[in-house]
């Protein structure tokens, strides 16, 4: 069966560490992976693209890499700030036709 | 400007009631979608919807239809509303294969 696995539902991290999330895929072939961060009460907010044929992506203090073989997309946030406190998700677009699918999301606590 | 808005934020309903929530988006993109996200927080595509097609998730029951009166909106009609229908209900939009855009989300509640 198809899934996509955040494997950790929870996440605490000191202030000014580098937190690293995980999403592992089963039974898909991605053509691409998105991350968007969630708060409480609102909708997911879109974060960073990575295509199926790119290794790395960055933007500012986040960084997203793309290990097809692997099937795993690795999400960093470097120099993490309590603001950064959220529930992160990764989705996968399988056809190309942007139908996401969602990850179960890891709720990261930046402690100060 | 909200770019994807949603009415009503809250909703609470009887069992068996038929319901409607409304969604717009001032971004001029060509495709919306409605995902459901259950108490565990998971999120689930239901629909995604463009003046061509029309994609439905297989395990959404028949009581879920869409409805898009123009490009810009995408209602969600439920027709008897059941327990197991409780949950936020997010409307999204995008512009081909880009970024979504979420909504607010509107928590439904059926008693």
């Known amino acids: 069966s198809q899934k996509i696995e955040q494997n950790s539902e929870a996440l605490n991290i000191q202030e000014g560490k580098t937190a690293t999330l995980t999403c592992n895929y089963t039974?898909?072939?991605?053509?691409?992976l998105q991350w968007y961060r969630q708060d409480p009460g609102r909708g997911p907010v879109f974060l960073l693209l990575?295509?199926?044929?790119?290794k790395e992506k960055r933007k500012e203090r986040l960084k997203v890499t793309f290990d097809t073989t692997l099937k795993q997309s690795l999400f960093h946030i470097t120099a993490s700030q309590p603001a950064d406190s959220a529930t992160y998700l990764c989705a996968l677009d399988q056809t190309g036709a942007n139908n996401l699918f969602f990850g179960t999301g890891t709720r990261l606590t930046v402690i100060p | 400007d909200t770019a994807v808005s949603q009415t009503p934020k809250y909703l609470v309903t009887q069992m068996g009631n038929d319901k409607s929530i409304k969604c717009e988006q001032n971004l001029g993109h060509d495709t919306m979608y409605w995902y459901k996200q259950d108490s565990k927080k998971f999120l689930k595509i239901m629909f995604s919807y463009n003046n061509k097609e029309l994609i439905i998730n297989e395990t959404v029951p028949n009581r879920f239809s869409p409805k898009s009166p123009d490009k810009a909106h995408l209602n969600l009609h439920i027709n008897s509303l059941e327990l197991g229908d409780s949950a936020v209900y997010f409307c999204?939009?995008?512009?081909?294969?880009?970024?979504?855009?979420f909504g607010p989300g509107t928590r439904l509640t059926v008693l």
């Open positions: 039974n898909y072939s991605p053509a691409y």
């Open positions: 999204a939009s995008s512009q081909q294969q880009d970024t979504q855009y």
């Open positions: 990575i295509r199926e044929n790119e």
